[in-house]
């Protein structure tokens, strides 16, 4: 491996070396940022590992529910580093599906925040072999954690422990667009081969904003292992309310986000020249988003070309990268460079990609172990020749990736035509009125559900509404083939149900009846 690094506690135990006392993680604290060094991290981390050596020296699987704060961030990677199986939950988890999921997934610890305390409660009651839960608010406790279990303690030497690269080291619960969920088994060495590479590498200063939910991977690993390696300063957003704040806050150069996300920045961009008129793009952008803020990188759904074109108006790079949590993400990385600046990232070079039938498929070091529980399931997933099924539609030009669509939504008509509406869809992303849009077949026709961008409807009657969604529906018809056209839409009034990295939950409800709710 890269450096001698085939573990997660190899990394941080490198970046710790490599980089020592430069800040990695800055977050707010009573009111005031705070910053940990690569050296404190690795600390901490360790502090950790030790910590729940002193209460199981047997392999456990681990909870986590909680938004993203310093000590989730540590606990969770020192419990990797301590050779335990970490299965971080999406804090708004109800208690019903976490007692399935735990069942699920042979929960024997919980680590969560206060606010979650109630429901934890519950969940002891009700699964009866969770053994310990143990507060996530709490960090003070966490700071008596990090002092007792250090390295000068008399535990030391409970974090010498033998970790197995390619044993389980993370279990991640795919978001269930259709409603089934997954536990990916992720390794060691998958998640130290997806975040030690070079073909993206941050830039020197780099300070990034991490403002996704921790509990996915592609969060985790990009936000924190890449940053590990790469020597960069990650600060946390924590709640997704405080973003402005934050970026203003914090001055970051970048962050990495879902378009859904990087379309609300830029719709605060333009609300902000409107007010302010006698300013230059880029002064307006430095209102929003700070000074140093002249990167994003998107990812987990489409970024328009046209969206990539706006946000340069205001000095911003904006470019996608492509993975799934089956990859520990990345299958790509964004590339700044011009060239291919619309397509969905550069080949990492970690993996071997390939496309058949217009599917890609990959086959390397990041691919998951399996489907937890799930024999069959992750049977299902692989190719013969041991390639794993993506599901996505696309193809590679340069190294580089062109989405077209997933498999699954194909509409087939009558006529044989298979229609992908994703193709459809992106084509509506940057006309601001149109906020959401779901296109699919009714009775062999296409049809689409549209929810409107309620800001930019303010004052509009529902018969204005519909007239301006009809003049892009029929301009969006004019550039496609007949088979492709849009023959009727709807309007809804709430917006589409969603996964918590802004995937609409596609075939997981009946869109007629839910807009009616």
Known sequence: MKNGISTVKDLVVFAAEEYGEKAFCRFFRDFEICQKSFVEFKEDCLAVSRYIKTIEKEKMHIAFIGKTSYEYVACLT??????????????????????????????????CEEEFSKKADEIGRRYKRLRQIVSLGNWKWFNNVFIKYSSDSEYASLSDVEIDPQGCALIIYTSGTTGERKGVMLSNSNLVSNSCYDT???REGEVSLSILPMHHVFCYACDVLKLLYDGATVCLNGALVSLYKNLLAFQPTTARIVPLICKSILTKIKIAERKHPELSKREVADLVVGKNFTQIIAGSAFLSGALIDEFEKYGIAARQGYGMSECSPRITTSDFSEDHKYSNGVLTGVDDVRVVDGEIQVKGPSVMLGYYKKPERTAEAFTEDGYLHTGDLGYIENRH?????????????????NVSPEEIENKF???????????????????????????????????????????????VNASLHTDRQINSFRIREIPFPRTSTGKIKRNYFNFEEDAKK
Request: net charge negative; proline share 3%.
């Open 200 to 202: 993206y590498k941050s």
């Open 429 to 475: 992303v940057d006309d601001g009125i149109i906020k959401e849009i779901v296109v699919m077949a009714e009775k062999d026709s296409i049809v689409a559900e549209v929810f409107p961008e309620e800001q930019l409807c303010t004052g509009m009657s529902k018969e204005d509404i519909e007239s301006e969604i009809a003049k892009i529906v029929d301009r």
């Open 401 to 417: 990736i062109y989405l077209v669509g997933r498999k699954k939504n194909l509409i087939i008509l009558s006529n044989g035509e």
């Open 78 to 111: 020192g419990m990797i580093c301590s050779g335990n199986v970490v299965v971080p939950f999406d804090p708004n988890i109800s208690v019903d599906e976490a007692c399935q999921l735990f069942e699920d997934a042979d929960i024997e610890m919980l680590f």
